[in-house]
């Protein structure tokens, strides 16, 4: 059972920067699609973005120019440079596979907050 692990949550003030990582006990992400999701109290997971493998991005339209994905396959990590945060962006951040294929990992806490 590959296992997720997200880090790097946090709290910060509207307008400033995290970087996400979550990395994976097994080899899968240099053969998965991958995305990173996030769930606001009260709501289900919300797509937030996802990559082909290491080649294109695509972003939701509430984080689109604001936040970047990237991967590390040789260290099974996937990271999400947010900037310009809002409030909107409180929640907590999960990876998984594009088809949502793994059990969630924990999440990272972000609070956007003054």
């Known amino acids: 059972q590959v296992q997720l692990v997200e880090s790097g949550g946090g709290l910060v003030q509207p307008g400033g920067s995290l970087r996400l990582s979550c990395a994976a006990s097994g080899s899968i992400f240099s053969t998965n699609n991958m995305g990173w999701y996030r769930q606001a109290p009260g709501k289900e997971h919300q797509w937030v973005a996802s990559d082909i493998r290491g080649g294109n991005t695509y972003y939701s339209d509430s984080v689109k120019g604001r936040f970047t994905f990237s991967r590390d396959n040789a260290r099974n990590t996937v990271f999400l440079q947010m900037d310009s945060l809002t409030v909107e962006g409180t929640a907590v951040y999960y990876c998984?596979?594009?088809?949502?294929?793994?059990?969630w990992g924990r999440g990272t806490q972000v609070t956007v907050s003054s």
């Open positions: 998984n596979t594009a088809g949502v294929t793994l059990t």
